[in-house]
């Protein structure tokens, strides 16, 4: 009589292939994978909490480091659920840089997604040409903020401050070459015999399924489900820039580097025509209550000073109510949800994470394949442990 | 504005069949809130899934009201991705009586949400397939999103600022 006997093998939270601090206890019949339990929580540190405590602007850098690869998006959705809050509207240029630096960081997260994805899979090439080229979003991002991850670089109300001078320029040159890094990419990978032999057909999830267990982004799109936030619910004048949203057919691994592929290609695009569009003009809206006072008044008059205090110290205080305000991150859809009692802190302030319900398909998309697959089926999905966790 | 919310297709839907359930609409920056009972949060759901196409189940959190009755409402943000819009349906919770049904069975998306919300806020949800803490670690005391659980944590002294 032949027994099915399983084999418990634990995998992480020191693992180089589950992307951060993430165990998963896997039951085994042989080489197949029977059960997943993933354990998470290594990277909590209680984000949501901390910000019931500090003011509008004061949780601001908290977002950014949720989704470490992707910090300007982050905090993208944040001020715009406090701005929904306050029905705040934002200066045009403010919006199109916010567009062109959020789409920059969709190109600096994919990239680190591709650049692991493929080294998971055993594509060395590929991660190190994905961090060179990630480097020149970064560069920017330094000259914007003063900080290459954790950016903080927008405010309530539009940015920190204008862009340097010769931004228009750096941009520019990712929108000239990036395209051509992208063909080195698939010129190395989309006919590589081995890279089709381990991501075509693992990790396939119908749409019906995928929609079911909240699976949002590129990974709901590879299994064929046509919907974009960007497009479908625009935010920060999206609606003003024509792009194709991709969608995959096969629902698997493949399908899903296909469509992120795409997808870069797309928000190189998105950048050139918000490039086009940008407009000198104020980037910050003029709101003493809301705002923080321009830096040459702060150092020159007293009032400046007063002013800068009052909004450093106490904030402002929000209308009673709550708002959701979801955007497509790199990821998938990163939503806050805000409540405010009338006060300067937020009452709640909910994280909805799109790595979180991403990886609770795990089990579905992993289950019955080999255990060797699972690393591709974690790259897939492209977690980030820090927004899981919060 | 309230004209607004009254006016919403799924608004009126619930009126129609679940009159006794709903406790509250409200509209505010365009987003619909519909504050319901517990009682049939199930029913409710399913139907907001299957007749109304609020397909995708964004979320599901509390928010803890300390010192008002009911004290927690657990809250549903779910979007149609066929016609494109959000609906957010909040469930009054009692302290006394700090559990739910599980909406676990609508939308397998359900499951580790209502962990998380189990785990940070102790509303328990029956019927759930595998409600275990989440975030924090399975012999953890408390529940860190509740108001009346200390920022620094149980056993330590709050911040007072820097000493110099």
């Known amino acids: 009589m032949a027994q099915k006997e399983t084999m418990t093998v634990n995998m992480g939270p020191q693992h180089p292939s589950t992307h951060g601090v993430l165990r998963l206890v896997i039951e085994l019949d042989g080489e197949i994978i029977d059960k997943i339990t993933p354990h998470i929580g290594y990277l909590h540190r209680g984000i949501e909490k901390l910000s019931e405590h500090r003011t509008y602007h004061q949780a601001l850098p908290l977002t950014d480091r949720m989704d470490y690869l992707a910090p300007m998006s982050n905090n993208l959705g944040y001020v715009l659920a406090v701005e929904k809050l306050l029905g705040v509207e934002v200066p045009e240029r403010a919006k199109t840089v916010r567009v062109i630096t959020a789409e920059l960081t969709r190109l600096k997260s994919h990239l680190v997604w591709l650049a692991c994805h493929a080294l998971d899979i055993g594509a060395m090439t590929v991660f190190l040409y994905c961090f060179r080229e990630r480097e020149k979003v970064m560069e920017i991002y330094e000259k914007l903020s003063g900080a290459r991850m954790t950016s903080n670089y927008y405010r309530v109300g539009g940015l920190s401050a204008d862009v340097y001078a010769g931004f228009e320029k750096d941009v520019q040159e990712i929108i000239d070459t990036f395209p051509g890094f992208f063909d080195t990419y698939e010129g190395l990978l989309t006919k590589n015999t081995i890279w089709l032999q381990r991501t075509v057909g693992n990790g396939v999830i119908s749409a019906e399924d995928a929609i079911d267990a909240g699976i949002t982004g590129p990974a709901l799109r590879g299994s064929g489900v046509d919907w974009d936030l960007r497009r479908d619910n625009p935010y920060s004048g999206y609606e003003k820039y024509s792009f194709k949203v991709p969608v995959g057919e096969k629902c698997d691994t493949f399908d899903r580097y296909k469509v992120r592929l795409v997808e870069m290609r797309e928000a190189v695009k998105i950048i050139s025509q918000a490039l086009n569009d940008l407009k000198p003009g104020p980037v910050l809206a003029d709101l003493p209550q809301v705002c923080y006072p321009p830096k040459e008044n702060v150092y020159n008059s007293i009032e400046g000073l007063i002013h800068h205090f009052k909004i450093a110290s106490e904030g402002f205080a929000a209308p009673e109510g709550e708002v959701y305000q979801g955007v497509e991150n790199p990821k998938g859809e990163l939503g806050y949800y805000l409540v405010s009692d009338g006060s300067n802190k937020p009452y709640r302030m909910r994280v909805r994470p799109p790595s979180f319900v991403n990886l609770s398909a795990i089990e579905k998309m992993a289950k019955g394949s080999m255990i060797a697959d699972l690393v591709a089926v974690i790259g897939t999905l492209d977690i980030v442990l820090g927004e899981i966790d919060r | ?164």
């Open chain 2, 1 to 164: 504005m309230v004209d607004m919310a009254e006016n919403n297709r799924a608004v009126i839907k619930l009126r129609e069949r679940f009159a006794a359930d709903i406790v509250e609409v409200k509209e505010f920056r365009g987003e619909v809130t519909v504050t319901v009972t517990k009682n049939n949060i199930v029913e409710i759901c399913n139907y907001l899934k299957t007749a109304l196409g609020y397909n995708l189940l964004t979320d599901v959190t509390a928010v803890d009201y300390l010192g008002k009755s009911p004290r927690f409402q657990v809250v549903y943000n779910m979007y149609s991705i066929p016609s494109k819009d959000r609906l957010r349906v909040k469930a009054q919770v009692e302290e006394a009586d700090a559990t739910i049904d599980s909406v676990s069975g609508v939308w397998s998306s359900a499951n580790w949400l209502e962990r998380e919300t189990y785990d940070l806020f102790g509303i328990t949800f029956a019927g759930h397939p595998d409600l275990r803490r989440i975030l924090m670690t399975d012999d953890w005391v408390g529940h860190p999103l509740r108001k009346d659980y200390p920022l620094q944590g149980p056993d330590r002294e709050p911040y007072k600022g820097r000493l110099s």
